[in-house]
């Protein structure tokens, strides 16, 4: 078959060795061509947002966040199952793309998403420290208990000692952001607790008899039962147990005998208890 024969059945001739093919560039190739489309693609970011901001035009606005949406996408992953719903915080990093389409300086060139990135993701953080928090802790105390959580995630058994020294603080202030830690949720006071094969709600454990209510109930029986006697019963009654005077005393100061002094506290508590036994009930088994 003659030389030029095989390329007339469409076949090729093998390449020289030292040559690369047209068909596969080499690296330095490769990266020049993706340099270059993504230098024309910020280009097209730059006069999608300059277009906009000429027009004012809410559809533009709606095609860029459609256009940049894989982006904030990108960045909420990195944030997720953190406790937040992924949904939420997607919102949050729509919004500061929104911002971010506002005040990005499209006059200087530069890349849109180089800007936006952290832009969305300084909005996240933003979120998680002033709308996620249980208990309102101070920003640095949050920041600080990040901190320690992430000496914690890399050597899980260092102590409050070590943690101090690597982050220049004192014990007390690595105690405190651990204890801050468990402001981030606040559990119920319904939740179970494991107990001895029972299980206790903080509410049952924390709680504790309140005596006043029956203190002022005692009052009100005692002065409502003192006010059947007569002057002179509801001294002696007063003088005998309220300020706790012997009976003897009692009899020198009202100028009678200590045995006329035990009838009056007698009598008094006779015609006391008979009231108090004598005023309806509004249980209505015992009114039965």
């Known amino acids: 078959m003659p030389p030029d024969a095989s390329a007339a059945h469409g076949a090729t001739a093998p390449s020289d060795p030292g040559v690369l093919p047209s068909t596969c560039p080499s690296p330095w190739v490769r990266r ?19 277009l906009y901001r000429a027009t004012r035009d809410p559809r533009r606005l709606d095609k860029l966040v459609e256009r940049f949406t894989p982006l904030v996408r990108s960045v909420v992953r990195q944030y997720t199952g953190r406790g937040e719903s992924a949904d939420d915080l997607l919102q949050v990093g729509m919004l500061a793309l929104v911002k971010a389409l506002e005040r990005f300086d499209a006059s200087g060139g530069g890349s849109f998403g180089a800007y936006a990135r952290p832009t969305i993701a300084g909005e996240i953080k933003r979120h998680f420290r ?16 990040a901190k320690v959580a992430r000496a914690k995630a890399v050597e ?47 509410l049952e454990t924390m709680g504790s008899r309140e005596l006043g209510y029956e203190d002022v109930t005692l009052r009100d029986e005692i002065e409502d039962a003192l006010s059947v006697l007569g002057p ?10 309220f300020d706790e005077r012997l009976q003897r005393e009692i009899g020198h100061d009202i100028g009678v005998s200590q045995m006329q002094v035990s009838r009056i506290l007698n009598r008094a508590m006779d015609r006391m208890r008979e009231h108090l036994e004598d005023e309806p009930t509004d249980d209505p088994s015992v009114a039965a």
């Open 156 to 202: 899980p058994g260092i102590s409050q000692v070590a943690i101090a020294e690597q982050l220049g603080c004192s014990v007390e202030d690595v105690f405190e952001a651990e204890i801050a830690h468990d402001a981030y949720r606040a559990k119920s006071l319904d939740f179970t607790l494991p107990g001895d094969g029972e299980s206790a709600s903080p």
């Open 232 to 241: 002179r019963d509801r001294e002696v009654v007063e003088l005998r147990f």
């Open 32 to 50: 020049n061509i993706v340099s270059q489309s993504y230098e024309q693609r910020d280009l097209l970011d730059i006069a999608l947002i300059r």
């Open 130 to 145: 002033d709308h996620t928090w249980a208990v309102k802790v101070p920003r640095s105390m949050q920041e600080l208990q």
